[in-house]
């Protein structure tokens, strides 16, 4: 749909797009809570359970496992059925899987837990982009969008200062904060019920971007997308294996064992990263609304990455700043950039296939990170065993770079459209 036919339609009240996006924002922040709440735990578990650190990494890939398959079929799924529907049996998904977390003092009940969770978890946040698309494309798409994920990040932030705020259920042990992660769940798939009634309100009015559904699934829809689409999957997984399982999975640990932090220090500081983009994504949105230059702007989110990693162990306060910097600009850019690859009946398709291989870097990487600690030895009395995961976190960082370097270049020989 040109701009001009997106001008051309009617448009949802105002109270009806704030209704949805107020939902839209709940179902994501209560589901980015419940994804971050091992971290603040990691070491709980490992006292109190005895978890190894290839354990606790597992409780984050697993949650990626089934996501390498499931998501793209999630996506396609909600090209048929619509992102209403889809948002809310995923939101209901995650709420068994966080049920099951908090219950699961054996290893297999907890990991089978973020098993569930991540099966609705991720084809969710396809389900969302996809109905962000559907009401707000060609009025301030990409602000919309950095908004929504601004508000995702602050469940994260809140899970990362969760034994500050919480603190008398974390001394409890690990089991109160898993309630409390359930409890978040809960407002998820609350919010998810709110969108559906909105969603089903507004849709026979002709208000929303959304195409038809079409007759039958066509898996042939991801041979057709372009080189640009490829690279920007290289960046999403590249720079998503970085992000999740160094920050959402071993940061706190590090930051307790090779930095000399408390615990709530360390989730003090880790939260900053969070508490940036939540302030910051939407700034990012703003500028690409305003001045378009999709590539160039990815390549200046990406370069920020590699350098955190830099002075990470001298300066782990700029490594978190830099780290913010990009996790706030970088996704502000490359979700509202992939619409420009895919075709509206092809959107979920397009989302699914990305978020599907960004999930199988996830896995891979929580699964790598917990092996190279372990083999490293990696402790609060051999704290130089963390360098060589923060090595391997740093040339995925420079791999994500690269690849927004590729994708600004293929553009400027496109031309000033592909540019754009």
């Known amino acids: ?25 709940l179902v994501m922040l209560g589901n980015y809570y419940v994804y971050d709440a091992i971290a603040p735990v990691a070491e709980l578990l490992t006292q109190q359970l005895h978890f190894t650190d290839g354990q606790i990494g597992t409780l984050n890939a697993i949650y990626s496992a089934p996501n390498i398959v499931l998501v793209l079929v999630g996506g396609i799924l909600t090209d048929r059925f619509g992102a209403r529907t889809m948002v809310l049996a995923t939101t209901a998904i995650c709420l068994i899987g966080a049920f099951l977390t908090a219950i699961g003092a054996d290893f297999y009940v907890m990991a089978t837990g973020r098993l569930f969770f991540g099966v609705g978890s991720e084809t969710l946040s396809v389900a969302i982009l996809v109905a962000l698309a559907q009401w707000f494309t060609g009025r301030y798409f990409a602000l919309q969008m950095a908004l929504n994920i601004s508000l995702s990040r602050v469940g994260s932030y809140l ?20 309630w409390l992660a359930f409890a978040f769940a809960a407002v998820s798939f609350t919010a998810a019920l709110l969108y559906f009634y909105v969603d089903r309100r507004e849709a026979p009015r002709g208000t929303l971007s959304a195409p038809p559904p079409p007759d039958r699934i ?58 940036a983009a939540a302030f910051a994504t939407p700034v990012f949105g703003l500028i690409l609304d305003r001045m378009g230059r999709n590539a160039l702007l990815l390549v200046l989110g990406s370069v920020l990455l590699p350098l955190s990693f830099m002075v990470l162990s001298e300066a782990p306060g700029l490594s978190t700043v830099l780290l913010g910097l990009s996790f706030s600009f970088l996704p502000a850019v490359l979700w509202p950039t992939v619409p420009s690859y895919a075709a509206p009946e092809q959107l979920g398709t397009a989302y699914g296939l990305m978020t599907t291989l960004q999930n199988a870097g996830l896995f891979a990487a929580n699964l790598a990170a917990g092996f190279i ?4 030895h990696a402790s609060a009395a051999n704290p130089e065993g963390y360098n060589p995961m923060l090595w391997f976190f740093g040339a995925l960082s420079f791999a994500a770079f690269l690849a927004t370097v590729l994708l600004w270049l293929n553009s400027r020989r496109q031309g000033p459209a592909a540019a754009a």
């Not at 600690?373 to 490293?376: A, I, L």
Request: with cysteine.
């Open 373 to 376: 600690n372990d083999h490293s």
């Open 159 to 178: 899970a990362d200062r969760s034994p500050s705020f919480a603190k008398g259920l974390y001394d409890q042990g690990w089991q109160s904060p898993m």
């Open 1 to 25: 749909m040109t701009p001009t036919q997106a001008a051309a339609r009617p448009t949802p009240s105002v109270a009806a797009q704030t209704t949805f996006f107020v939902a839209a924002a």
């Open 218 to 275: 066509d898996l042939r829809h991801v041979l057709r997308f372009s080189g640009g689409y490829w690279l920007l999957v290289i960046t999403c997984v590249t720079f998503y294996s970085v992000i999740f399982p160094f920050r959402s999975t071993f940061a706190i640990k590090y930051l307790q064992e090779a930095q000399h932090m408390t615990l709530e220090q360390a989730s003090t500081l880790n939260s900053y990263v969070f508490l």
